[in-house]
């Protein structure tokens, strides 16, 4: 549904994306995850089609995106990272005038409004007015915005910053929701947690460059040749810290209050082989937990250059 072929982006000498490729298929939840001011939102303006490529091409339901723009919108429902709302609008008027703009018609337009607030859980804002919601309302207005048109994809800029938890847990929830209505979306974020249980696949990136993409589950497998161990010491930390420190993969080591965490390039019987060496040294341990990866600790991997 979505597609990116050597698709880069130059601001004057300056080049914010080298050259990206990517494929997003039916269906998908696409996490983009990246720090600030790594190209995410020069890629998604690319895709909404509000900034020409440098170099490269898209396409988003078949159409190009810079021969075809007018055919992209119908198919795209965008969520900028800053949106604005029209003061002096109510909540409807607000929805209705962006419904006009894809040329639906009046009696349609109020049944796909009332769907779309339902949907949102903005029903009893209806006619409330737009300036005065809550950030974390007017986040969820916008995002109703994107959905007037009924389009078969989705592409949010950070559509859950500055919102608090309770929101975010909402956004979440609406994403899956979308994802069941056969939706393809792609997300962007830097706050990487975010997505872990949202989305299908995910992509890094990262001064312009995308380090890694695929099904979730594939960027795990990837990463898991690094696992990180968690370990609660009762007796002789010293010497169990001795014994991480001397082992030939660790890649990190951090000592916090209450437990070390440790990153090693090793495999399951490398794990087994750590615990015994521990026994051996005399140390005691309350617990030994192998973690599953988080984003965090993907996008640690990748940027260190450990993943190709
Ligand atoms: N219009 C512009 N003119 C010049 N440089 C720009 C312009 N827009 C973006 N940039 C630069 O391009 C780089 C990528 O910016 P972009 O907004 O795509 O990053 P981002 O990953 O979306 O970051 P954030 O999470 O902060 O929104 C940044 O260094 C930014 O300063």
Redesign the pocket.
């Known amino acids: 549904m979505i597609t990116l072929e050597g698709f880069g ?1 130059d ?2 000498d ?1 080049t ?2 080298e050259s990206i490729d990517l494929h997003i298929g039916q269906g998908e939840t696409f996490g983009f995850i ?12 690319f895709l909404a089609t509000l900034l020409r490529a440098s170099r490269g091409r898209g396409e988003i339901a078949g159409a190009d995106v810079m021969e075809d723009p007018i055919a992209v919108r119908q198919n795209v429902g965008y969520m900028p ?1 800053n949106f604005g709302v029209y003061d002096g609008m109510r909540v409807w008027e607000f929805l209705d005038f962006f419904a006009v703009a894809y040329r639906i018609g009046r009696t349609e337009r109020r049944q796909i409004i009332d769907n779309v607030l339902e949907l949102l859980d903005l029903t009893h804002k209806r006619d409330d007015f737009v300036n005065g919601l809550s950030r974390g309302m007017k986040q969820r207005l916008c995002l109703a915005k994107t959905l007037v048109h009924d389009p078969p994809v989705l592409i949010l ?2 559509p859950a910053s500055g919102l608090d938890p309770r929101a975010r847990v909402e956004v979440k929830a609406l994403l899956k929701e979308l994802r069941r209505m056969g939706k393809t979306i792609l997300i ?1 974020s ?1 706050i990487l947690t975010e997505l872990a249980d949202c989305c299908t696949s995910i992509g890094i ?1 990262e001064r ?1 460059k995308l380090l890694l993409h695929g099904p979730i589950d594939q960027v795990y497998q990837k990463i898991r040749k690094n696992r990180v161990v968690e370990i609660r010491f009762i007796e002789n930390q010293d010497t169990g810290l001795s014994v991480l420190r001397s082992h030939p993969g660790l890649r990190s080591l951090d000592v916090e209050p209450i437990s070390v965490v440790a990153e090693l390039e090793t495999d399951d019987q490398g794990l087994a082989d750590l615990i015994d060496q521990m026994h051996e040294a005399g140390v005691k341990m309350k617990s030994f937990h192998d973690r599953d990866p988080t984003l965090e600790d993907v996008f640690m991997t990748v940027t260190k250059g450990l993943v190709s």
């Open positions: 982006k601001y004057g300056f914010a994306v990246g720090p600030n001011g790594a190209g995410k939102s020069t890629t998604i303006r990272d800029d950070e962007s830097h990136i312009g």
